[in-house]
């Protein structure tokens, strides 16, 4: 599945992930507006493709000045990646693409196709994800047994990255290979990321896959009904504590204490070298009206104060590996994730 996102004839298409598994409609993007609503409203999510779209807006708010006549000038870059910065703090490949695009400005601002340039820029990220996502696939798929039954988190597949995914892009490469592997996805409340999309992507890949509340983690750990453990990322420290869909760090305690395997997916570009450990992530929290609606439907009194922190962060330590498109990062990841970006 690669068509959840295309650039055509100066617009963004963006397959709108609200409505999945049971309606296929894309949003047209044609602004900085349309880009940002389109994140923050969660029209697309996941770390990796929340970056690339963020670098497809950086061109089309460009392109806004253009029309209106204006001059395109240091400053107003700088307050059109301020605006894609702010739609959502967690996740830190938005953050890297706009300093991928930035660079690639800084460098060309003379020229009189910096638009093309920056376009060309952004292709290439979305292409770069997709080829990472398959490297890393690779090498995670060595993990992967036959007969393994796997738990995953909310959505790490095709429709979170450029195409392919990264935990799902690892079973997907294991399931290719021929391996008979069973895969269970949780709900993911309250968006359901898990439920709408991870078995979306399962069952039209023709992969054995099964849906569980997210409460059922423990159960599933102390039966040894799962044996692996694979998710994907949103920011991941120096020292490997790791930001991921909330409810991954109760997973992960779950499968210490039963000596489960844990394994992070995710491309270099989710790994923060800025940050020595996870106290630095801020951590998004959304509208409780989100846990409050499902779908327009009210599911509980509507005057409840309900809470939405959109992630949390698991500590290093129940962390196995890590698979990246560079290959597996054992541990001690103090030492091998620093080396990553050398
Ligand atoms: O709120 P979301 O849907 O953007 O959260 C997505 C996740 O937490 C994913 O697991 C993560 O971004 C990795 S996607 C390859």
């Known amino acids: 599945m690669t068509d959840h996102i295309y650039w055509k004839d100066g617009a963004l298409y963006l397959l709108d992930q609200r409505l999945l598994p049971f309606r296929k409609r894309y949003v047209r993007c044609t602004s900085l507006n349309d880009i940002t609503r389109a994140i923050s409203e ?46 959502r703090p967690t996740a830190v490949n938005l953050f890297w693409a706009l300093q991928r695009m930035k660079k690639k400005y800084y460098k060309n601002e003379e020229k009189e196709d910096i638009l093309e340039i920056l376009l060309q820029e952004a292709i290439s990220i979305h292409v770069e994800d997709i080829e990472h996502n398959r490297m890393l696939s690779l090498y995670g798929a060595e993990l992967i047994d036959d007969g393994d039954i796997i738990l995953t988190h909310c959505n790490a597949g095709a429709l979170a990255t450029g195409g392919y995914g990264t935990a799902l892009g690892v079973i997907r490469a294991a399931h290719e290979d021929g391996k008979k592997i069973k895969v269970i996805a949780t709900e993911t409340r309250p968006y359901m990321q898990g439920a709408r999309l991870t078995i979306f992507e399962l069952f039209q890949e023709g992969i054995d896959s099964e849906l569980v509340p997210d409460n059922h983690a423990g159960l599933l750990c102390a039966n040894k009904r799962i044996n692996k453990v694979i998710v994907g990322a949103d920011r991941i420290a120096l020292n490997g504590d ?28 989710t790994f923060d070298n800025s940050i020595p450990d996870g106290t630095h992530i801020s951590i998004e929290q959304r509208d409780g009206r989100e846990v409050i609606y499902f779908r327009g439907n009210l599911i509980t009194l509507k005057d409840v104060v309900a809470w939405y922190y959109s992630f949390d962060v698991t500590p290093a330590k129940y962390i196995t590996h890590f698979i990246t498109e560079k290959g597996i990062i054992p541990k001690p990841f103090k030492k091998f994730i620093p080396m990553l970006f050398s």
């Open 42 to 87: 969660m029209v697309i999510r996941g770390a990796p493709l929340i970056g690339i779209v963020a670098a497809y807006g950086v061109v089309l708010g460009l392109k806004d000045l253009i029309s209106k006549h204006r001059k395109i000038t240091n400053n107003a870059l700088e307050r059109i990646c301020e605006r894609l910065a702010k739609t």
């Open 242 to 269: 790791t930001a991921n869909k909330i409810g991954t760090l109760m997973i992960a305690i779950c499968a210490h204490a039963y000596n489960i395997p844990f394994y992070v997916a995710a491309p270099v570009s």
